[in-house]
């Protein structure tokens, strides 16, 4: 029952795996490409703001070479005019004027202010290359806004930060830029924190967030560098959505596979309980088929074969019987065929102390000697003789070695003989099995059926009855269906002959007349011999 629930479980697991493992590995796969295709993205995006920030700057810088080409006195009607014409030519100009110790003079927005005492600060950062710079410094011209100014040699520019970081991007990814000498946050797009991106650019852009990607890139000419996020892809976004779909997915197809493995395991466990409760019914016959002595035809003694019919339909023994070794069910069968063999032929085993019957049993009656026990019971009282019950095993079942041989040994000891059964269809060979000590070789009927034919296989069975008659062996021939056949095997020295040629497996009953002819026609060969 355990068995059974592990197996339809496990079929279930494996549905469901079978189906959500290739999906989940693609969709990972596909999450790794669209990240990397991400970043690249965004690297090139940072690239292209660092473009802008040394576009702004050198316009900055031309704006202010330009207004010291003009030699005459600052605030000078041609100085202005010149300072006007800078700011309308150069685009990220707002504003370009004149000062002096620490204090605006003029420019062409806010006029001349030298009487007006408009201060101006010391600058924030000095460049190497004797630029001043102040970050953020208040417009005499408006209340709120903040400019970035660059001065050199009395003349200055204003530039509107919002210039650095107003890039076109359909994707409005934010960007800041920072004055890497100082670390001072230069400019940054609305809506993104001042505190988040001066992080990401101390890390290098190195930020693990399950929500942006970040990239850094500074500018090669000036200190400036650039930071810019973007929200992560979308494959990951959906990651749960789909992760949810391809789960339920992958349990209707573990739970389909987990419902085929059910109805399997029941049919296959009703098969097993109609057996079972067939043998406990003891609805399950015997047939006896004969073996003859090729030398006169007459038969020795019969194979007892068992027989089950189920509505109407004969079951092949190799199907129930390899059921009932799968079940625990084979002890019980191989009672019930030896119950019935000894019911069914005491009276002509008793009579005939020269006749046989051959009872095949399963490796599992070869690992103790529970068989032999029973077999041994049975027999008391009924005037059979242990030599008139033989054991036919088959090749597969003296694979359990070391128990087995010792079996074997009690079988023939308490004066069973043993048959080794279908020989030449296992693996063993014939010198290993010999090792069983074991009486008589019955060579399967796949080699009989060679006979007479020119195949690679018909060399085969000259092969093993010559290692039998060295092993001194007595050979039985299973499945003789022709003349042929039958006098072949009698010139190659085989003794004993099975086969629809002489006979087919029958009832108790018809087996008795059977034998009454067989004597017959074998009492009239013997007189026209002699
Ligand atoms: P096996 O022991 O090799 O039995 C011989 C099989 O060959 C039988 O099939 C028999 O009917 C068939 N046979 C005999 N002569 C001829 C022939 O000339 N031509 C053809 N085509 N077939 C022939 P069956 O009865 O179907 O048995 C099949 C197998 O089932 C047996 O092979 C044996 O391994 C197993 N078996 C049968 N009865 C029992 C039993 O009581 N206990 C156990 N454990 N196994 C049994
Ligand atoms: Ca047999
Ligand atoms: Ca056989």
């Known amino acids: 029952m355990s068995k059974r629930i592990t197996l339809i479980s496990a079929s279930i697991a494996l549905g469901c795996l079978a189906t959500i493992a290739p999906v989940l590995t693609s969709i990972y796969v596909a999450n790794k490409d669209a990240e990397r295709r991400d970043r690249t993205e965004l690297r090139e995006f940072a690239r292209k703001?660092?473009?802008?920030?040394?576009?702004?700057?050198?316009?900055?810088?031309?704006?202010?070479?330009?207004?010291?080409?003009?030699?005459?006195?600052?605030?000078?009607?041609?100085n202005l005019e010149l300072a006007a014409r800078v700011i309308y030519n150069y685009r990220y100009v707002q504003d370009a004027g004149a000062y002096a110790e620490g204090q605006y003079l003029c420019s062409p927005l806010l006029g001349d202010?030298?009487?007006?005492?408009?201060?101006?600060?010391?600058?924030?950062?000095?460049?190497?290359?004797?630029?001043?710079?102040?970050?953020?410094?208040?417009?005499?011209?408006?209340?709120?806004?903040?400019?970035?100014?660059?001065?050199?040699?009395?003349?200055?520019?204003?530039?509107?930060?919002?210039?650095?970081?107003?890039?076109?991007?359909?994707?409005?990814?934010?960007?800041?830029?920072?004055?890497?000498?100082?670390?001072?946050?230069?400019?940054?797009?609305?809506?993104?924190?001042?505190?988040?991106?001066?992080?990401?650019w101390k890390r290098g852009g190195k930020v693990s967030s399950n929500q942006w990607n970040y990239a850094v890139a500074q500018s090669s000419t000036r200190p400036l560098a650039v930071v810019v996020m973007s929200p992560r892809s979308s494959v990951a976004g959906d990651w749960p959505k789909l992760l949810a779909a391809w789960l339920s997915i992958g349990v209707v197809a573990g739970a389909a596979l987990g419902w085929l493995t059910y109805k399997r395991v029941t049919r296959q466990l009703s098969f097993a309980a109609t057996l079972q409760w067939a043998i406990s019914r003891r609805n399950i016959d015997v047939m006896y088929q004969p073996i003859v002595r090729l030398a006169d035809n007459e038969c020795v003694g019969v194979e007892a074969l068992v027989r089950w019919e189920l509505n109407g339909h004969a079951i092949s023994p190799d199907v129930f019987v390899r059921v009932a070794e799968e079940?625990?069910?084979?002890?019980?069968?191989?009672?019930?065929?030896?119950?019935?063999?000894?019911?069914?032929?005491?009276?002509?085993?008793?009579?005939?102390?020269?006749?046989?019957?051959?009872?095949?049993?399963?490796?599992?009656?070869?690992?103790?000697?529970?068989?032999?026990?029973?077999?041994?019971?049975?027999?008391?009282?009924?005037?059979?003789?242990?030599?008139?019950?033989?054991?036919?095993?088959?090749?597969?079942?003296?694979?359990?070695?070391?128990?087995?041989?010792?079996i074997i040994a009690a079988f023939r000891a308490a004066g069973h003989p043993v048959y080794i059964d279908d020989f030449g269809t296992g693996y063993s060979s014939l010198s290993y099995l010999q090792t069983f000590e074991i009486d008589v070789l019955k060579i399967d009927k796949s080699f009989v059926d060679t006979i007479g034919q020119d195949t690679a296989s018909s060399i085969v069975a000259p092969h093993i009855i010559a290692m039998a008659h060295e092993l001194r062996l007595e050979i039985v021939a299973e499945g003789v269906e022709t003349g042929l056949q039958a006098t072949w095997l009698r010139e190659k020295g085989v003794q004993y002959a099975q086969g629809w040629y002489y006979a087919k497996a029958m009832p108790a009953g018809e087996l008795a007349v059977w034998l009454g002819k067989n004597r017959a026609s074998h009492q009239a060969d013997s007189l026209t011999a002699s």
């Not at 473009?51 to 009607?77: H, I, K, N």
Request: with cysteine; proline share 7%; hydrophobic share 40%.
């Open 49 to 78: 703001a660092v473009m802008r920030t040394e576009l702004v700057t050198y316009q900055a810088f031309a704006a202010l070479s330009d207004l010291d080409r003009e030699p005459g006195a600052p605030c000078s009607p041609a």
């Open 113 to 200: 202010v030298r009487t007006k005492d408009l201060t101006l600060p010391p600058p924030d950062y000095r460049s190497n290359d004797g630029y001043l710079e102040w970050f953020r410094q208040k417009s005499p011209l408006s209340d709120v806004r903040k400019d970035i100014q660059i001065g050199r040699n009395g003349h200055y520019v204003s530039i509107d930060p919002g210039s650095y970081v107003d890039l076109i991007d359909p994707a409005r990814r934010p960007v800041a830029v920072i004055q890497i000498a100082t670390g001072t946050l230069l400019a940054i797009s609305s809506g993104a924190d001042p505190d988040d991106m001066l992080n990401a």
């Open 327 to 406: 079940n625990h069910l084979i002890h019980a069968l191989t009672d019930l065929v030896l119950e019935k063999t000894i019911a069914q032929l005491a009276r002509l085993l008793a009579a005939a102390p020269a006749f046989y019957v051959s009872i095949n049993v399963s490796g599992d009656d070869l690992s103790s000697v529970r068989f032999l026990n029973r077999l041994t019971a049975s027999l008391k009282g009924t005037g059979i003789a242990p030599r008139q019950i033989r054991i036919e095993a088959t090749e597969r079942s003296f694979m359990n070695t070391d128990a087995t041989r010792s």
